[in-house]
């Protein structure tokens, strides 16, 4: 969905200290060299994106200057004063606040609370609590921030949750706000929100720190935006005097295909047949509400639409995951619905690259290898019996990493080592390397580099022209449109309507909305 | 070299911390034995003495080590599918009832075939008593801390009924059964003297010693190297995830749960045929609970926790030659010593963390 960037652009005022200014800073984990020797200089009061491919050290940069990890060499100035920080609440008191890539709140504390957590003041909470509604209340004016103060955080919806933390920053008194992938896991209205939020910090002399995958994202809100590849920061740009072709050409090293290269489909016999799948939560409301389709061999199916409209729950269903209220799931000629069996559905020919990788597609504390097999450890080749046979579940992993460019290529690192793009591409290898017959693949490329969303891509469409089945599930409409066959469009549970890949973006914009003329 | 903020190198994470709890919980509590009186040097070499100075002291401390590998392997096996099975006592205890029926009712066979079947049993008992707390966690969401304790109280309740109605015999005053008169486990010091013509001092070591070697090897097996113990780690680890790689989180956590209390019953084996020869009360003494600082300690691995175990044995053997040597150090003083080292070590084990972390991130900068 394009942004739409309705408000003003005032002219940036950069004053003449730079906020912050980074110097020579380098940081090795191991072999891994995560930050060589990067300078940087961030103008007060400005918007400064940052980009570069997954594992290019971007996160860890941002680590660094928010006092998580401590750089090996390297110097940082505040406001043109040299600094030391060694600790987040060195950061914090130097007025840099961090918005991070997963959220640091505490769930069943409302809203008030987490805003005032880590800045109480004193022993009683009561008077802390009272001064920080006042705040929020200004807040929450001045930037477009509203949240309610009561809610309790784990129950709203991830891109309030993301303005909670935007709000504990500014509460403790940010200048500087350092925002990693943040609309990762926003919807297109909802990021939009966020960009009109940072706009206005930006105009009230804050600076923002923006790190993202999303090149239209860079055009759209920042003055400056620096390229990192490798560890190493490549350029520093004006943004008005860039293109999107020129940034990915210097984050990747080469050209890169921004637009998918695919023939024709030629559609073979039904694959996977829904007829008629409802799923009701335990309240009793149908989030897949009498949904029927099809997808057959050689084909890409997307199902487009805002998300929580039902799509991961239908995913869910297909994979086995969970089990239909009513309704049929055929794939390959049986109905798969009713055993509601992981494993059976993998049994079957059926891989699922899952939405949530942090949560479902891989366990962060197992190591590379190990996350490389889930799902499909009892697999026979990977040990015969009750037997696991490391060195086959290592031998597997260092040539899937091979494969899929995976760094770094070490099946011993912890999974949670990885860098995002890093991860989803391990998930990938170990899905399609057991050459599915239908694969499923909810947001194939979130919090992924373009390189590696070219290379994903390419994948996903080769697996198709192979003659296999792909179901995606993305809220990226344009990747939608890109790779799909056809396309179904989702909203509140229901199946609003099937287009064909040339349709009219506008159209299908207005489906995801609800709004529909050929909407049962 | 260290990573991020509180990451620590290995070395660290797993040598030096663990000495530095130890240290301070053996500095507290030479403080405690200042207070009442004596010379704490004194007494941490009369304890490092009486437990490692001799043969007899380095028996009794592999005897009390043979106790605490078991029940720790059962507390870990537990936590590593995410479970705190605080039952490892009763489970030990119910499982004597295992091996006491076989040794007495079966003494008419050779013991090759008694003894193995002696073992499995106190397996399949002590399994059993876990895998009704497992089952209702799993089934029942009844949380299994709460279970495991109450099926302490339920297990020992049952022994004392047991042991005073059916297997005390006729007569006898003391609530116990008759001496196994046929197949046992047979101690150092007899296998000494039957095969070698040695005569070592008297302790309760015996061959069981070698199952609990067998046990860790075991435990690491089946933990790294077999599907099921990647499925019980990975329920520990990430449930959501384990759904999703079509593992059944009910199943894991019940056979978790057995395997827990089977390695519980291990115990049993020690006691019940290697020591004993008989049933008693309350034979399991506290082990069960020693396994639950055992395993922290250890951080759940087995060779952490053999390690772990032998330091708990020192503790105890040496203990208890202090409270001998020094009057003014009663037995309770000793259940303070060990209490302050699983307060250190288990509790607090990550109290000095942030610290070495600061120093490790100073020492790099
Ligand atoms: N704690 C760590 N231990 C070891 N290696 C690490 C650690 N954190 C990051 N790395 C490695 O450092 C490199 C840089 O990682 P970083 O997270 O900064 O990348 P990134 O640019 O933010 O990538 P992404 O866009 O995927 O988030 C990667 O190769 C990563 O695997
Ligand atoms: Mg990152």
Not at chain 1, 413 to 423: C, E, I, M, P, R
Not at chain 2, 103 to 120: H, K, M, Q
Request: aromatic share 8%; glycine share 10%; hydrophobic share 50%.
């Amino acid at each position: 969905m394009a942004l739409s960037l309705s408000w003003e652009r005032a002219e940036p005022k950069f004053t003449m200290t730079p906020a912050i200014e980074l110097i020579g800073i380098d940081k090795r984990f191991g072999a891994v060299h995560a930050n060589k020797d990067v300078s940087m200089t961030i103008a007060q009061g400005s918007i400064h994106g940052i980009i570069g491919e997954n594992g290019a050290g971007k996160s860890t940069l941002m680590s660094i200057l928010f006092g998580f990890y401590a750089a090996d060499k390297g110097e940082i100035k505040v406001k043109g004063q040299p600094a030391k920080i060694k600790s987040s609440f060195d950061a914090i008191n130097l007025g840099i606040g961090m918005v991070h890539q997963h959220f640091m709140l505490v769930d069943p504390f409302t809203v008030l609370e987490n805003v005032v957590l880590g800045a109480e003041g004193g022993r009683l909470i009561g008077p802390a609590l009272a001064k920080a509604r006042a705040e929020l209340t200004r807040l929450a004016r001045d930037y477009e921030l509203d949240v309610d103060p009561d809610a309790i955080v784990g129950e709203l919806p991830v891109g309030l949750q993301q303005r909670v933390e935007i709000l504990k920053a500014l509460f403790k008194g940010a200048e500087t706000l350092i925002l990693d992938e943040p609309t990762g896991v926003l919807t297109p209205d909802e990021a939009d929100h966020l960009f009109r939020i940072l706009g206005q910090l930006r105009d009230q002399g804050k600076t923002v720190i923006l790190i993202t995958h999303k090149l239209r994202e860079i055009m759209a809100i920042t003055d400056h935006v620096s390229v990192m590849r490798r560890g190493e920061l490549v350029a520093t740009k004006q943004t008005s005097q860039t293109s999107v072709e020129e940034l990915a050409e210097l984050m990747v090293g080469r050209r890169v295909l921004l637009r998918v290269e695919k023939g024709k489909a030629k559609p073979g016999a039904v694959v996977l047949e829904v007829k008629n799948l409802t799923w009701r939560d335990s309240k009793g409301t149908a989030r897949v509400d009498n949904v029927s389709f099809t997808v057959r061999a050689g084909e890409i199916v997307g199902i487009a639409g805002v998300s929580g409209n039902g799509q991961s729950e239908l995913l869910e269903l297909i994979s086995g995951i969970s089990k239909p209220t009513s309704g049929q799931i055929i794939f390959e000629g049986k109905d798969i619905g009713i055993l509601g069996d992981p494993r059976h559905v993998r049994q079957e020919g059926l891989a699922h690259v899952p939405e949530d990788r942090q949560h479902r597609g891989l366990i962060s504390s197992f190591d590379a290898s190990e996350s490389g097999i889930l799902g499909w450890h009892y697999d026979e080749s990977l040990g015969h019996g009750f037997r696991l046979d490391r060195e086959a579940v290592v031998n597997r992993c260092q040539s899937e990493m091979r494969e899929f460019d995976v760094r770094p290529g070490d099946p011993l690192l912890k999974s949670a080592k990885f860098s995002g793009g890093n991860q989803q591409k391990i998930i990938l290898a170990r899905e399609l390397k057991r050459n599915p017959d239908l694969l499923i693949v909810g947001q194939p490329t979130r919090g992924v580099d373009i390189g590696a969303i070219e290379f994903i891509h390419k994948r996903l469409i080769e697996l198709r022209d192979q003659g296999k089945a792909v179901l995606l599930v993305s809220v990226e409409l344009d990747e939608i449109r890109s790779l799909s066959d056809r396309i179904l469009v989702m909203f509140a549970g229901r199946i609003m309507g099937e287009r064909d890949a040339s349709s009219d973006e506008r159209e299908i914009g207005l489906l995801m909305a609800g709004v529909s003329k050929d909407a049962a | 070299m260290a990573n991020a903020r509180g990451e620590l190198p290995t070395w660290v994470d797993i040598g030096l911390i663990p000495l530095l709890n130890l240290f301070i919980a053996l500095l507290v509590a030479g403080l405690v034995v200042l207070i009442i009186g004596e010379n704490p040097l004194e007494a941490m070499w009369i304890m490092l003495k009486g437990a490692v100075g001799s043969i007899k002291g380095w028996g009794y401390v592999l005897y009390y080590a043979t106790n605490f590998i078991f029940t720790g392997l059962a507390v870990s096996v537990a936590f590593h599918a995410g479970l705190f099975n605080i039952g490892g006592e009763g489970q030990a205890y119910f499982a004597g009832l295992g091996a006491a029926i076989v040794g007495l009712s079966l003494e008419f066979l050779p013991w090759p075939i008694v003894i193995p079947l002696a073992i499995l049993a106190s397996i399949l008992f002590g399994a059993f008593w876990a895998w009704i707390p497992g089952y209702l966690q799993a089934k029942r969401g009844s949380h299994i801390v709460i279970t495991t304790i109450m099926f302490n109280f339920i297990g020992a309740s049952l022994m004392v009924y047991l042991i005073n109605n059916w297997f005390r015999p006729v007569g006898k005053m003391a609530v116990e059964s008759r001496e196994i008169t046929g197949a046992y486990i047979l101690s150092f010091r007899e296998i000494g003297l039957q095969f070698f013509g040695v005569r070592l001092p008297s302790t309760p070591l015996n061959l069981t010693v070698f199952l609990a070697v067998i046990a860790v090897v075991f435990v690491w097996y089946l933990l790294w190297r077999t599907k099921l113990g990647y499925e019980i780690r990975a329920v520990g680890a990430n449930p959501e995830a384990a759904i999703y790689a079509g593992i059944k989180p009910d199943r894991i956590i019940i056979i978790a749960m057995a395997i827990s209390g089977g390695l519980a019953g291990l115990m049993a084996v020690n006691e019940v045929l290697g020591v004993q020869h008989r049933l008693l009360l309350e034979f399991a003494g506290g082990a069960g609970f020693v396994g639950i600082a055992v395993a922290l300690m250890g951080r759940s691995h087995p060779v952490g926790i053999v390690f772990a175990a032998m330091l708990f044995g020192l503790l105890y053997q040496g203990g208890a030659e202090l409270s001998f040597a020094k009057p003014l150090i009663s037995r309770d003083m000793i259940v303070v010593i060990q209490g302050l080292v699983i307060l250190f070590m288990g509790a607090l084990e990550y109290a000095f963390r942030p610290t070495l972390a600061a120093i490790f991130a100073n020492v790099e900068d």
